[in-house]
């Protein structure tokens, strides 16, 4: 399948509906980040194809260095660039609000993530955390799990935080970012 045009988004209110539509039964992902959103401790960047959410990634902003967490693409839309689209565009909103560093975790039995990451500038810190978990999978079932995850960080200069603000990023069917004229 060809990559596909990608517009990336913070979560809106009337978004929520939309999205937890496609969620498990009893997950309330979308409505918890919502919660977390409103209350200025989270920002939930959506990736949209068309009308279809087909990924999201989420910026901790009560986490020093702000971390991206919980970085999501749909199965059928992996390696079509959505979760480029969305790395960038969380870069993108870091500028924007003057942060100059960004953390996040990756599975160490996740390679392909990680593969993603290190191509868009991000760096092993050496450190590793181990944590356990639950979560409601694709057919609503409750489940615990326990991940190791290790810390990858990318740190830009003050110029880059200086740079124009881009409310969205998209994701052109080449595979290049372009902003929104």
């Known amino acids: 399948m060809q990559p596909a045009f990608v517009e990336v988004r913070e979560l809106s209110a009337s978004d929520v509906d939309r ?9 309330g992902f979308v409505r918890e980040m919502w919660r977390l959103q409103m209350l200025g401790r989270s920002m939930l960047l959506v990736a949209w194809v068309g009308d279809v959410p087909v990924g999201s990634g989420q910026l901790d902003l009560s986490a020093a260095p702000i971390e991206l967490k919980n970085l999501n693409v749909r199965p059928d839309r992996r390696g079509q660039g959505v979760g480029t689209a969305l790395v960038v565009a969380a870069e993108a909103w870091m500028c924007a609000h003057g942060h100059t560093r960004l953390s996040l975790g990756v599975a160490v039995d996740n390679p ?8 868009l500038g991000y ?3 050496g450190e590793t955390s181990t944590v356990t978990y639950d979560y ?10 326990t991940e190791t995850d290790e810390s990858l960080v990318k740190v830009w200069n003050a110029t880059v935080a200086d740079a124009p ?5 998209y994701l052109s069917g080449d595979g290049r970012s372009r902003e929104r004229a």
């Open 136 to 145: 409601v999978d694709a057919e609503g079932r409750a489940c615990t799990a």
């Open 19 to 27: 999205i937890e539509a496609d969620e498990p039964a009893g997950k």
């Open 112 to 119: 392909a993530a990680r593969r993603l990451y290190e191509r």
């Open 165 to 169: 603000a881009r409310e969205t990023t």
């Open 123 to 125: 760096v092993a810190t």
